[in-house]
């Protein structure tokens, strides 16, 4: 944040932001973690539980970023705002190609299957079975 | 001659005075935990200059190894037998034998030479040589900043480099020897591998990322912050706009290679399981008795989402310090500054998607296939770009044929070849074939080697004369640059027909197990005679290639003393602001905050009428016409 | 010579360098906590069926964790702005705090949570009858049908469909008995009591013992050789064996609570109950552990606690948490020597270049509260 805002500016709008979004974190946690008490990857399914969790933390991390860090005031510097993007992007490559690629890979099982598994160990006796 | 801007003639061509308002530093602080950029730079040089050599002295173990397997190696083999005397166990027999054995390189040794050839002059050479050492050096001057963003922090890097290399060259003397996976730490091999060698080569990588990473975050940030007044982003040389575009790529690719080493640390010292899929051998009847569920492929995932971009890293500074010189050589603007800025931003960018080119044979399915074998084709589009601006930036030029300038010259077809090679191995179905072949190795060593190296040698002398004030031998740098270009093209354009032929890279005996002489009863597929004695020849020429360099070693030495004298700052009379200093640049480098007033290539222009072809960022000069569009404004 | 802007904003980026150079810095250590995050997805999806496991966290502990992390974010930033208004008590009295939530949580994880794990154990079964020997005893005949419920919650309810193997298709031998070793018995049949780990009263269970089966085989086929110190040449991968190095014949386990169901805990009290009555009570452990059950060795196909080595899941958690409690610790050590006198002099000479060095640690602490946020749940809940 610049040098620039005036004691008043901390005082009245500064601190009590850092409250709200302190509730919004401790909300948060509860939240999430009450749900998962409730057994929620029951009744919603897994996939639901787990983009419930993530949003809750999305959305908490964003409170953190905005004003703890100071995105709110800083996001409009380019170096930050570009920096940031670069990495979100490259981030979401790394992750989505890779993991993409996992799942769409010929493995023993999968549909795709176009490779011929000779000497591979029948799949039921690899795992656990000793 | 003497430049208007600097008050040159007040303090004379030499700087003893080199503290200008500061305390006096000890000779501690001054040469070897040094804060100065210049200092740091070439602690970095001498060190990665080191590597480069030792890395080259394996190559040449290796190399006897395959032109005449398992005879004794001369000169190196009686020496390591003692050096090296360790023993380390054959696989199943139980009997344990000393990597060299009468002065012959084992298997064994052959791979702990070929793994650490390949990080020695990846890791240890040519990125701490091009990014740290020439980026250290020149970068702050070249902005007009006093240093780098964060003195200290360099410091750091270096140290954290030093530490590394420590680590990497005490892995040779402990029990089993170094790391024997190759330069690619493929699990499960490198996971289960039972020498400890693989445990440093990790803990080294994890010191040198550390130190590459300070490096990137200190590069960028001198960049955005300390660039003088005047220097606006396009009137940035080209070489620190590579720089800009290594640090990052190194920023943000090294720390998933990072994370990669910690796991397979803990792979290999917690006894988890990351890389190791259940149900893996490694010797005997019963699979390993790891929890298994790990994934050998997330390593390579990992390792190449570095390994690509770091590619890029090995190439981007040459790129960059190529341009500077061959727009001071031939006297012109770069042809298509812009679009060359261009170009290095988008290769930089799409640099990060294209990493699984490398793994086309693990089995992917086409759809991933495809994206990958897309995104690099397009990025060989940029690369053209860069070369096609730097061939057309020739174009009636009065090119003066000086070592520099002829090793950057040199750079541009051999980059070429390198890099149209390339593109078979990005298609998929031509990969297929090619893959750890020989081909492979000879494309990616055109790109480094008379690539790369050469480029790093024309940075050496172009900017020896700044560090040292005098210049290295113009003659024998001649010699040092026909010889160079011969040998490096007698070693690797045999390896594009070797690769073709079939020939498998990492085979310790230089393929012999599959040649048609130890294999009379098969008709087809074995490698024929003409192949194999390619070896002979190859090994030949990296001997030849070795005694050239023993000329650039001695020049290089003997000029730091002995060179001829340059009697001027500017003795290439080059527009840039690293020549606008003293010699060398005191710390602090200005004498005065230089203030830029135009781009980094004015060379021959029609409208500055100043007496010179050139005229520097920070000469306040005004052509007849600015001054007259002033008046009007 | 003076670095340009080391304390003011460079007019045309609006930063000064410590800014700039720390964004960059939490950029790329957002690639490499990102690397690990992929990491979890890849190996969690591509986990066969039965292998991941779950429900083994200690969840009230992780969230005492997320809410202390979470004040000492909101203490930092409460501190920076005390020196934006040149309160020097009251940034050190916020400092301080932060220090002390910061140390809270590494002291819940590095001398409770994670030794916690390294006592308790994995016990999966050479044969479905032997296994079955065993649950009867820990749970009465009718162990299957007082399934412990455990079992359902660690075999990834992502994978319910027939074809991936949901939990009731996990071969009994495989489903693993969890618990604590108090003791063992030797060939002799005398029995051991397993002290205290490291003399810590607190953790007086066997610490991080690791048994595998496909060891005697191993050595049986003679693919493991022993150098002239009797310790294995090769490190053939991980040979590290309690029943290797100690004489034991059968181990005392004592079951935990996470082998049942709470719910049923207290309502069928036979079921808990149950190895106590089968072992007569005398032959439950004298020092009060309760129900303690005997699984002989040759029953075991692997042991193991709740180590890095256990399983994927915890490999990769250690890995996560350990390099983010290493982010903490580097945290306190900075937080520290701002606090040191050295620091009170550079506030004196220039309060903002001070400010600056307190917004910067503060923006790196919120990283490290900010990974957490992602942790706990895919860690903890998920
Ligand atoms: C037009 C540009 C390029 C293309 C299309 C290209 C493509 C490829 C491909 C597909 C491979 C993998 C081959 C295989 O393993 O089967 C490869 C390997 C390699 N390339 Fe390039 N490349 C290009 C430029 C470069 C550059 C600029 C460098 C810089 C030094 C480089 C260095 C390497 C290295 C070191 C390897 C070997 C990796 C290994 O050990 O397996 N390449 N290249
Ligand atoms: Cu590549």
């Known amino acids: 944040m610049s040098n620039d805002h005036s004691p008043e500016y901390y005082k009245k709008k500064f601190i009590p932001l850092i409250y709200l979004v302190g509730s919004i974190l401790i909300v948060g946690t509860i939240i999430t973690f009450a749900a998962d008490k409730m057994g929620i990857a029951e009744k919603w399914g897994f996939i639901n539980a787990t983009i419930f969790a993530m949003s809750v933390a999305v959305v908490k991390a964003s409170a953190v970023m905005y004003i703890f860090m100071h995105l709110k005031w800083d996001i409009k510097l380019k170096t930050i705002s570009l920096t940031l993007g670069c990495t979100v992007i490259f981030f979401i490559g790394m992750m989505w190609l890779t993991v993409g690629s996992e799942i769409d890979s010929n493995k023993p099982g999968h549909e795709e299957n176009t490779w011929n598994h000779v000497g591979q160990p029948e799949p039921e006796t690899v795992p656990t079975e000793r | 001659m003497e430049t208007t801007t600097q008050p040159e003639a007040e303090h004379g061509g030499h700087h003893d005075d080199h503290n200008h308002g500061h305390a006096e530093q000890s000779f501690f602080t001054k040469y070897i935990f040094s804060t100065d950029h210049k200092v740091i730079g070439i602690q970095y040089g001498v060190g990665s200059l080191f590597f480069l050599l030792v890395g080259f002295i394996l190559i040449m173990g290796m190399r006897w190894q395959m032109a005449k397997p398992n005879t004794p190696v001369p000169v190196l083999g009686p020496i390591l037998e003692k050096v090296y005397a360790h023993e380390i166990a054959l696989d199943g027999e139980g009997k344990t034998v000393p990597i060299f054995k009468d002065g012959k390189i084992t298997a064994s040794g052959y791979n702990q030479f070929g793994a650490m050839h390949g990080t020695i002059m990846v890791f240890l050479a040519i990125v701490p040589l091009g990014f740290a050492a020439f980026g250290n050096y020149i970068v702050p001057l070249q902005i007009g900043a006093p240093d780098m963003c964060f003195p200290r922090v360099n410091m750091a890097s270096f140290w954290a480099f030093f530490a590394g290399c420590t680590v990497m060259t005490v892995s040779f003397f402990i029990p089993g020897g170094a790391a024997q996976a190759g330069w690619t730490s493929y699990s499960p091999l490198a996971s289960v591998i039972p020498t400890d060698g693989q445990t440093y080569w990790l803990v080294g990588m994890v010191l040198l990322i550390t130190s590459s990473l300070l490096g990137a975050v200190n590069f960028i940030a001198t960049i955005i912050q300390l660039r003088a007044p005047g220097m606006t982003w396009f009137r940035m040389p080209f070489f620190v706009w590579a720089q800009f575009v290594t640090a990052f790529l190194l920023l943000l690719a090294f720390p998933p290679l990072e994370a990669a080493g910690v796991m397979q640390l803990m792979d290999r010292v917690c006894d988890t399981s990351f890389f190791l899929p259940s149900g893996v051998f490694a010797s005997g009847t019963e699979p390993m008795n790891v929890s298994g569920g790990g994934s050998p492929l997330l390593w390579q995932h990992l390792f190449w989402f570095l390994g690509h971009p770091e590619v890029y890293v090995l190439i981007l500074p040459a790129i960059g310090m190529v341009t500077e010189i061959i727009s001071n050589n031939t006297r012109r603007p770069i042809w298509g500054y812009t679009l060359m800025v261009g170009g290095i931003l988008v290769l930089g960018f799409l640099s990060f998607i294209v990493w699984a080119h490398h793994m086309y044979l693990t089995g992917m399915s086409s759809k991933i296939a495809t994206f990958f074998q897309t995104t690099t084709m397009i990025i060989s589009i940029p690369s053209v770009i860069l070369l096609t601006c730097l061939f057309m930036s020739l174009w009636r030029g009065a090119i003066r044929f000086n070592t520099p300038s002829m090793f950057a010259l040199a750079f541009l077809p051999m980059f070429g070849i390198g890099g149209l090679t390339g593109l078979p191995l990005g298609f998929n179905f031509t990969d297929l074939h090619l893959h750890d072949s020989y081909y492979v190795i000879a494309h990616f060593h055109y790109v480094v080697a008379p690539g790369t190296i050469f480029a790093l040698f024309a940075g050496i002398y172009y900017w020896f004369p700044k560090m040292t004030g005098r210049r290295m031998s113009e003659h024998w740098g001649k010699v040092h640059f026909w010889g160079s270009l011969i040998f490096m093209n007698v070693i690797f354009m045999p390896m594009f027909i070797q690769g073709f032929a079939g020939m498998s890279r990492r085979m310790s005996d230089g393929g012999a197990t599959y040649s048609m002489i130890n294999n009379p009863d098969v008709t087809s597929g074995a490698l024929t005679d003409s192949v194999i004695n390619m070896n002979s020849m190859i090994t030949m020429g990296a001997f030849g290639m070795g005694l050239v360099q023993v000329v650039f070693i001695v020049n290089f030495f003997w000029s730091i003393r002995n060179g001829e004298k340059i009697n001027d700052d500017n003795p290439w009379k080059a527009t840039t602001l690293e020549w606008q200093t003293p010699t060398p640049p005191p710390h602090g480098n200005f004498l005065t905050e230089p203030k830029v007033y135009r781009g980094p290539y004015e060379y021959s222009n029609p409208d500055i009428d100043n007496g010179e072809d050139f005229i520097a960022q920070n000469d306040p000069y005004k052509s007849a016409s600015e001054e007259q569009k002033e008046a009007e404004a | ?382």
């Open chain 3, 1 to 382: 010579m003076e670095i340009p802007y080391y304390d003011k904003e460079r007019p045309d980026t609006g930063l000064y360098n410590g800014k700039a150079g720390i964004w960059l810095f939490l950029a790329s250590e957002v690639m490499l906590f990102g690397a690990l995050f992929s990491a979890y997805v890849l190996l969690r999806v591509g986990a066969e069926p039965g292998t991941w496991s779950m429900g083994l966290m200690n969840q009230w502990v992780g969230a005492f964790n997320t809410l202390i992390l979470i004040a000492s974010s909101a203490t930092i930033v409460m501190a920076w702005v005390c020196l934006k208004l040149n309160d020097w008590k009251g940034f050190r009295k916020w400092k301080w705090a932060t220090v002390v939530f910061a140390f809270i949580f590494l002291i819940v994880k590095w001398s409770y949570e994670w030794p916690a794990k390294f006592t308790h154990y994995d016990v999966t079964f050479v044969t479905n009858e032997s296994a079955a020997k065993v649950y009867t005893d820990v749970l009465g005949p009718e162990f299957l049908k007082t399934q412990p419920t455990i079992w359902q919650k660690r075999f990834d309810p992502l994978k319910k469909d027939e074809k991936n193997a949901p939990a009731s298709q996990v071969k009994l031998k495989d489903k693993p008995l969890d618990g604590h070793i108090v003791g063992y018995i030797d060939s002799e049949g005398a029995k051991h009591e397993v002290g205290a780990a490291w003399g810590i009263p607190f953790w007086s269970h066997a610490f991080a013992w690791r048994h595998d089966r496909k060891n005697i085989e191993k050595e049986r086929d003679k693919s493991i050789r022993y150098g002239e110190d009797g310790r294995p040449v090769y490190k053939e991968g991980h040979f590290r064996d309690t029943f290797r190095d100690k004489d034991i014949k059968a181990i005392i386990f004592v079951p935990a609570h996470g082998t049942w169901d709470h719910k049923e805990k207290h309502a069928d009290s036979g079921t808990v109950k149950y190895a106590e009555a089968n072992h007569d009570g005398g032959h439950a452990h004298s020092d009060g552990h309760g129900y303690t059950v005997t699984i002989a060795r040759e029953d075991i196909s692997r042991l193991s606690s709740y180590e890095p080595a256990h399983s994927t899941f915890f490999a990769t958690y250690y890995t996560l948490t350990g390099l983010h409690a290493l982010h903490v610790l580097g945290g306190i050590l900075v937080m520290l020597y701002h606090l040191l006198p050295v620091s009170r002099r550079v506030y004196e000479k220039n309060p903002v270049q001070y400010t600056n060095r307190i917004e910067i640690t503060g923006l790196f602490w919120h990283f490290v509260d900010l990974v957490w946020i992602f942790l706990f749940p895919i860690l903890y809940l998920l």
